[in-house]
């Protein structure tokens, strides 16, 4: 390809929005192009990234036995409404009618379309363990894209389906995605970390995420590099200690006026925020009014809260008006007296005496507040924020904290969405039974923003070999003054044109195709170019170079330099031979 016909053009300033390396890079090199709020386009150089990473997904994913198929992005909103996520679901998913008046929706992601297929073509225990997968658009309304590729509306994702007779079935299945998941992301040059993690909207019984660290993360993963505990910190567990001993103390209201918060609370009487009692108001999906305790110095984790109360549809902060009428009074609130809500007490609060807690009224607070006595839990259960320094729930060595995103996950589903849909085969037995699934996913785009956070520099893009669009970046200078330099050149870049297969794997181009910068241009806006794109090679041809015995090749991600005569770089460009030794 040659540059003067290449469909990009490159930004010189970095753009005024973009806060990651990642979103300024791509956008100034011109991989991608904005449309609109989470919206990109992907230029040719982006697409063939894209589709790079997209062929390391696809070898993996064979390797375990995975046939690809494509399924529609446009569902039947019945098919959601049989599994019950139509309803569960909030303006995330996009939602439409079509001609005729019948409700649609946008695919956010494909379990109910599979499991849809299942019941359609699996009749019997003979067709199964069968593992799917394909590359497919989805839309997510986010209400707040960032970072570029990252977090955006409209994506391609991998997703895949297992499918199996029985719970031992789904579990070789389950880690068997997750074998090919440490395999894919080692391919893309990530330092992919599993970490346990909430099913979500998915349902089921386990779910690990893939996990990239990077500081400007979304997630917060709770991480022992003693024992190798790692978890997402909207499920790892807190460390709970003994239940003290110490007697109950008599309980006594006290006058507080105008401390409404923890910290002034603590302030005024002089006292720890370990000392106290945290209450946090919810409505959840349902209706109920959910009641939180934590330790003042704590914080609550809603993601716990939710999966310990049973929460369906979310959680929303409470109002005052829904507060005062379970008999609470906000700033001053506890559940001592509440009434027509659910309480839900942390571990940690409820192993802890003699609490200062609010008692309900503006301006009072209560000492020597103690669960069972004073007050009832419908449910005690972790519901706490795990925060750096708290024992590993393992090994009791102290955590620590870190942010990372997401670039994989996966699910065990079980039954979840077979049932829902009478997904079933004819056992052994001659019993009917549901296949037990799992569902399993990759972000394309995301992938590739985090393998340009993994691999740049003050200059630009370093792309591994893996996903380079182009291997080599070849450079032609000082046309005008020496026209062995335009001759060699077109000599290397058509010959490996021509000596590259029309056709890769699963029909993307393969061999060695070259990217060379023809342009009549300063050397220094094309070697600026060529470091700002990040192909792994560059290889300059010039007057200075063919002085010096051949062409000069870099590596982009070292630096290291190395003079190849003639004859060595045809054959490596052209014969695909092996690369000269500049070393990684």
């Not at 603590?266 to 946090?280: E, N, Q």
């Not at 993601?303 to 001053?332: D, F, H």
């Not at 970046?473 to 020496?482: A, C, F, P, Q, R």
Request: charged share 25%; with cysteine; hydrophobic share 40%.
């Amino acid at each position: 390809m040659r540059l003067s016909q290449l469909f990009f053009a490159t930004l010189r300033d970095d753009p005024a929005d973009a806060e990651m390396p990642s979103h300024r890079l791509l956008l100034r090199a011109g991989y991608v192009r904005q449309l609109g709020s989470g919206l990109y386009s992907l230029l040719p150089l982006g697409y063939r990234v894209t589709k790079r990473v997209e062929q390391v997904i696809r070898e993996e994913m064979n390797a375990i036995g995975g046939q690809e198929l494509e399924m529609p992005v446009i569902h039947p909103a019945d098919l959601w409404r049989e599994s019950g996520r139509y309803d569960q679901i909030g303006p995330e998913m996009a939602r439409f009618k079509d001609r005729g008046d019948r409700d649609m929706v946008i695919a956010m992601t494909h379990e109910e379309v599979v499991t849809d297929l299942l019941r359609d073509i699996v009749h019997s225990y003979r067709q199964l363990p069968v593992r799917l997968y394909h590359f497919q658009t989805k839309f997510r309304d986010e209400p707040r894209s960032r970072g570029g590729l990252i977090r955006v509306r409209e994506f391609v994702m991998k997703d895949s389906y297992s499918c199996d007779r029985d719970d031992e079935g789904l579990d070789a299945s389950y880690w068997a995605h997750h074998g090919a998941y440490v395999r894919i992301f080692e391919r893309l040059g990530l330092d992919a970390i599993p970490v346990a993690s909430d099913v979500g909207m998915m349902g089921g019984s386990l779910a690990h995420e893939f996990m990239v660290l990077n500081p400007s993360g979304e997630d917060l993963l709770v991480l022992c590099d003693s024992c190798g505990f790692s978890a997402n910190r909207q499920v790892a567990a807190v460390r709970v200690p003994a239940a003290s001993e110490a007697s109950q103390l008599p309980l006594e209201e006290i006058e507080t006026p105008g401390a409404t918060t923890i910290a002034e609370l603590a302030a005024f009487l002089g006292i720890d925020a370990a000392a106290t009692a945290k209450a946090a108001f919810f409505t959840a999906g349902d209706g109920r009014l959910i009641t939180a305790i934590v330790r003042g110095d704590r914080d609550v984790n809603e993601t716990k809260l939710s999966n310990a109360a049973g929460v369906s549809g979310g959680l929303r902060p409470a109002t005052v008006e829904e507060i005062r009428a379970a008999g609470m009074e906000p700033g001053y609130g506890s559940a001592v007296g509440a009434h027509d809500t659910t309480v839900v007490v942390d571990g940690l609060a409820a192993g802890t005496p003699n609490l200062v807690a609010g008692a309900n009224r503006v301006g009072y607070h209560l000492r020597n507040v103690n669960l069972g006595r004073d007050y009832r839990a419908d449910l005690v259960s972790d519901i706490d924020n795990a925060r750096a320094g708290d024992a590993c729930p393992v090994c009791a060595h102290p955590l620590a904290l870190r942010n990372g995103i997401e670039v994989g996950n996966i699910f065990k589903l079980g039954t979840r969405y077979s049932a829902a849909l009478g997904a079933t085969y004819l056992g052994e037995d001659g019993q009917a039974h549901p296949i037990v699934m799992g569902s399993y996913g990759i972000g394309l785009g995301r992938n590739v923003a985090c393998i340009v956070e993994a691999h740049h520099d003050e200059k630009g893009i370093a792309w591994p070999d893996e996903v380079a669009p182009y291997p080599v970046h070849l450079v032609s200078i000082g046309t005008n003054k020496e026209p062995r330099v335009a001759e060699l050149a077109t000599e290397l870049h058509d010959g490996a044109a021509a000596a590259r297969p029309r056709h890769g794997a699963a029909g993307f181009p393969g061999g060695r195709e070259i990217l060379w910068d023809d342009r009549d241009e300063s050397p220094g806006v094309k070697f600026t170019d060529a470091e700002l794109l990040g192909m792994p090679w560059i290889v300059t041809i010039s007057p200075r170079s063919l002085a010096a015995g051949g062409v000069e090749v870099t590596r982009r991600a070292t630096g290291q330099r190395v003079v190849l005569p003639l004859e060595e770089a045809r054959a490596w460009l052209v014969e695909e031979g092996s690369p000269p030794p500049t070393g990684d």
